[in-house]
């Protein structure tokens, strides 16, 4: 069967959403997979933009922002981002959403804020320090993070953006490890899920390191772990996860109209 990495991971993506939650999605793979899911399999999915698009579903192929006429021509309705940053995901009401990294590590923190010189301490001696490469920031992500009940990462499983530990968190997953989320106060329940174009990854349920559970048809255990930058685990029943079906290609596609994010 025919079908692109970028693809396959939306289609994994999608594959956790349930019907009726409440969920935010991002502009790009996160909008892909979750209108997928609501065509696919869960019709009574609700969502919603950072910027307060409500109930609506894209119209003409993937919006390239998240107000624009693709994704607000038939909205239920059209609000702003503090209603639904700070009212709808601060109060917990959300049960899923997606976010993607530019750099992620074992706990799921997220960075997308800067890239440093290998070594470099963006705080060194209390002062911030400019990075080398300037990314886009967290946008909703951080609020995302922070309040979600559960949130899902989207990742291209390259070596350079799975590291050990990231430089800068500019979203929190699991801090730490452990039980570091609880401390520090954090409504939401935290990253349930890595999704990469090479396969799945979740966190143990004591310690919040993110082991490999699952791979591709295409991919194997072994390419999973020569591109992640830290010694990456693998549970016991690891396995290979279903490919997309006929139908799941052509409700992936039917919202891709314009065949935008299908990328080899």
Do not use: C
Not at 49 to 78: K, M, Q
């Amino acid at each position: 069967m025919d079908y692109t990495r970028q693809e396959m991971m939306a289609i994994a993506t999608g594959r956790e959403f349930k019907d009726g939650e409440l969920a935010i999605f991002g502009v790009g793979l996160s909008m892909l997979a979750g209108f997928f899911a609501q065509r696919n399999h869960a019709p009574n999915l609700m969502a919603f933009t950072e910027g307060g698009v409500y109930g609506s579903t894209p119209v003409g192929g993937l919006p390239w922002g998240i107000e624009d006429n693709r994704i607000s021509a038939n909205a239920v309705s059209f609000t702003n981002a503090i209603d639904a940053l700070g009212f709808l995901v601060a109060s917990g009401r959300v049960d899923n959403a997606v976010i993607g990294a530019a750099e992620t590590d074992k706990y799921g923190n997220v960075n997308t804020t800067g890239i440093w010189a290998e070594g470099t301490d963006p705080w060194k001696v209390g002062k911030y320090t400019l990075p080398r490469v300037r990314l886009n920031g967290s946008g909703g992500a951080n609020e995302i993070a922070t309040g979600a009940k559960q949130y899902l990462l989207m990742v291209t499983h390259e070596k350079k953006r799975f590291n050990e530990k990231v430089s800068y968190i500019s979203s929190p997953g699991y801090l730490d490890g452990g039980n570091a989320r609880e401390k520090y106060g954090f409504p939401g329940g935290g990253p349930s899920a890595m999704i990469t174009t090479l396969g799945i990854l979740r966190p143990d349920p004591v310690t919040k390191e993110f082991i490999l559970t699952g791979y591709y048809p295409f991919s194997s255990i072994e390419e999973v772990k020569e591109n992640t930058g830290w010694d990456l685990k693998v549970a016991p029943d690891v396995q290979v996860i279903p490919e997309p079906t006929e139908k799941e290609l052509e409700n992936l596609r039917a919202v891709d109209v314009t065949g935008s994010l299908r990328k080899k």
